[in-house]
């Protein structure tokens, strides 16, 4: 942490959350922390283990505190929270996730979704356009709703929902589908014939996970990503370095969600 940061760290010093169920994998408060300080903000992002059970009563008891001012939100907790926030953006009342809260002068909390717009723009930091691409993506949860959604919005030619949750995958290829941009349908773990493959699932963080998808199946000309950033580099985004593949990692995808959290929570 910047020197400046721990010498005003005081009573005054505003205080975010980043709430989540593991939370030892996330690299945000440090990063987030320190995007504040560049900015001249007398602010810190602490980390929240919190369960699913427990996740509205502590957002009940940390909304009593008057020097908090944002919630990061992470697995799993990105359609719970939606429902804490008194507004959310367009986007996150499509998808009904938000990854980010933050807090108005009346004390009310104001939600959005950087998840999908970020992982765009890693995308394109990388040399991978969407616009045109026949996508797959594996993973239907926040995260993936979201990307799922920028990719529809940015031109993908199609996009196939891989996950295992049949009633989530449905839903959100029905969504989807509602915008008329390009075809949704439902894919499978077999990326052949796919320009465009993203892992935004969990599976890949332990070491006894299977890969997402069989890699073998890649196209020779595939562009492979995915959400993980713990291990670094995940398994899949290994296995498609080995075949010579262009890749975003999860680390790529956060540097651009992370901006775009600040902005937001400094009200930029």
Known sequence: MHDNHRNQLSGATRVH???????AQVRSPLGVSQAFDQLGMNAIVIPA??????LAQWHAGVSLAKNVDGIIVTVPHKFACTALCNTVSERAQFLGTVNTMRRNPDGEWHGDMFDGVGY?????DKG????????LLVGAGGAGSAIA?????????????HDSDVVRRDALVNRLTGLSLC???????????YSLV??????????SDPLPVVVERLDANAFVGCVITLPVVSPLITAARARGLGTVTGTDMFARVRDLMVDFLAQR
């Open 17 to 23: 959350f980043i709430v989540g169920d593991p939370i």
């Open 49 to 54: 283990h919190v369960s699913p059970q427990a």
């Open 120 to 124: 765009v723009q890693a995308l394109r």
């Open 128 to 135: 991978c356009e969407p616009k045109g691409q026949r996508a």
């Open 149 to 161: 959604h920028a990719l529809v919005t940015a031109g993908v030619a199609s996009l196939d929902l």
């Open 183 to 193: 075809p949704v349908g439902v894919g499978s773990s077999d990326p052949a014939g």
């Open 198 to 207: 993203i892992n935004a699932s969990p599976v890949g963080m332990r070491e």
